[in-house]
């Protein structure tokens, strides 16, 4: 009866999540892995604590304790894309853009056809390594040789690369 419980609580968080009403969905989620716990289940369901630290990580700034459990789900389910998905975005969030795109490739071996990894691949950040590292990405002398850069390599690019938009972040 708890399972079911627990199960009602957990869709119930996925509407939250849908509505974009963050904490709401924290707490169904919370609720679900309590109730879980409650019946003597000693390890939760990954996919609850997947989005657990989503939607905790979605309704306040991450902190790694949301990384640390989305990366948990991932690694000890690993076989949902969706728990992929989750960390990725945690890392997005973050702003661990090259760990979030790992997240997500790794996402689409598990399931190429995945929507939502398939459209949030299309949208990834993917600029080239800053021209001098040691300087950081925000220095003015990197800013100014990026855009040289990117000016100089436009002319090569193939001609159904011009179509496609790069979405610096993706939130």
Known sequence: MAWTESEREFRCGLCFLEKQSYAS??????????????????????R??????????????????????????????????NLQLNLGKVYLLAGKTAKALKA????????PTHPRLNIIMAQA???SKPSLPSLGRDHPINRTLGRLRAS????????????????????
Do not use: N, W
Not at 104 to 111: A, E, K, P, Y
Not at 152 to 171: C, D, K, M, T, Y
């Open 25 to 46: 969905a924290e707490a169904r989620f919370s609720k679900a892995i309590e109730l879980e716990r409650s019946v003597g289940v000693v390890r939760p369901q990954m």
């Open 48 to 81: 609850y604590l997947s989005y657990y630290a989503l939607a905790r990580a979605l309704a306040r700034r991450p902190t790694p304790e949301e990384v640390k459990l989305c990366a948990k789900a991932a690694a000890e389910d690993d076989f949902d894309p």
């Open 104 to 111: 997500f490739q790794t996402g689409l071996r598990l399931d």
């Open 125 to 127: 950040d993917r600029r």
């Open 152 to 171: 100089l390599f436009a002319s090569r690019r193939p001609p159904h690369a011009e179509g496609r938009q790069i979405v610096r972040r993706v939130g």
